[in-house]
């Protein structure tokens, strides 16, 4: 890996802000004074040291988001703002990508990461990890619906979904649920409830096995997530 992209990558700044620290004689490789950026360094061989400070290599991030509605789960569009918008720079710098899709109009946990086996881990429907919504739903939601639920919904396609919890926590005109579903099928929860007749108006994901969004993010804030976390979403196999 060059040196330049090395550091850019581990928070020095801009390839030019680089530049400049090695112009400065700043930065150590092995010892030696560097001067050029595009030398090749080995990150997890070589001792790099900037301003006297050894440079701790990191190849992954993890970052959980709490996904505002009106930008897309992809990483570049030509027209939409996309969640990968909303990350800083040098988060932007490890080229993540957001794990599992979110609708536009929906909100809450997204992770986000440049480590594409933790996502295959979370998405794969072999793993059968689950995602727990929290939605409202324009009509009266009955236990009619948490049975048709719980035995297998068949959507539009005619594909029957796996069997799903539902829990009513408000049975009203906008009634308030919780969905806990396996798989990811493209628009599975608002398919689901078009199947029973009545349509989600809003929805926000809280959960992806024990990874549960941070109440504190405000929406389309983000933060690494903690050692308990990156623990439990390396153990999943
Ligand atoms: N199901 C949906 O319908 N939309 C989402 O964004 C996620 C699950």
């Known amino acids: 890996m060059r040196l330049d992209k090395l550091l850019a990558n581990m928070g ?25 950026g595009s030398k090749h360094v080995n990150p997890e ?3 790099v040291v900037v301003d006297g400070k050894q440079v701790v290599y990191k190849k992954y991030i ?14 570049v569009d030509q027209k939409e703002k996309t969640v990968i918008d909303l990350l800083t720079k040098e988060h932007q710098l490890f080229e993540p990508f957001p794990v599992g899709r979110l609708d536009k109009d929906t909100e809450g946990l ?9 996502g295959h881990r ?12 929290y939605a409202k739903i324009q009509g009266i939601v009955t236990k009619s619906d948490v049975e048709a639920f719980k035995k297998g919904i068949v959507i539009d396609d ?8 539902l829990d009513i926590l408000q049975s009203n005109e906008v009634s308030e649920i919780e969905i806990t579903i396996t798989e990811g099928k493209f628009h599975q929860v608002k398919r689901m409830f078009e199947a029973v007749g009545k349509k989600v108006v809003y929805l926000k994901r ?17 933060r690494e997530l903690n050692e308990e976390e990156l623990t439990y979403c390396q ?3």
């Open 206 to 222: 809280l959960q992806m096995g024990k990874l549960k969004l941070d109440e504190m993010l405000a929406l389309g804030t983000y």
């Open 110 to 118: 997204l992770l986000i990461t440049n480590d594409g086996e933790l």
């Open 45 to 47: 061989m070589d001792k």
């Open 235 to 237: 153990k999943l196999n």
């Open 62 to 75: 993890y970052l959980m988001m709490n996904k505002p509605p009106g930008v897309i789960s992809a990483t």
């Open 122 to 133: 979370l998405t794969s429907p072999k793993k059968e990890v689950g995602k727990t919504y």
């Open 158 to 165: 005619g594909y029957q979904c796996k069997p799903a919890r």
């Open 12 to 36: 020095f700044g801009s390839r030019k802000d680089v530049k400049s620290l090695l112009k400065k004689k700043q930065v150590f490789v092995n010892g030696v004074v560097a001067k050029d």
